[in-house]
């Protein structure tokens, strides 16, 4: 199975994006899958994960919010009330089970957000 995050852009401090995790060779609905941020400095940042049966552990409540779509066989983050420091390299992961994990295993090609005015 292999992940593909897409979606991202430049985006004004305090705007919303959605970006999206679809995958080849899988079916999305079957794992838990993760987003993971890497910030430009700074080690890669697990964010949100949703589990096989829509538990949800998110990091930025309250700004960020994952979901799933079976029928369209993707999982969404959607941002909001972005800020400077969200700016960064976004990516999909899973370890192929079912509930969230401490690590990740397997991971998609990332797309750049980028927060500036």
């Known amino acids: 199975v292999q992940l593909q995050a897409s979606g991202g852009g430049l985006v004004q401090p305090g705007g919303s994006v959605r970006l999206s995790c679809t995958a080849s060779g899988g079916t999305l609905g079957h794992y838990a899958i993760g987003w993971v941020r890497q910030v430009p400095g700074k080690q890669r940042e697990a964010i949100s994960c949703i589990s096989v049966s829509d538990n949800n552990i998110s990091t930025m409540k309250g700004r960020f919010t994952i979901s799933r779509d079976n029928a369209k066989n993707a999982v969404y983050l959607q941002m909001n009330s972005l800020k400077l420091e969200d700016t960064g390299v976004y990516f999909c992961?899973?370890?192929?089970?079912?509930?969230?994990?401490?690590?990740?295993?397997?991971w998609g090609q990332g797309t750049q957000v980028t927060v500036s005015s």
């Open positions: 992961a899973s370890d192929f089970g079912t509930d969230c994990p401490m690590r990740y295993t397997n």
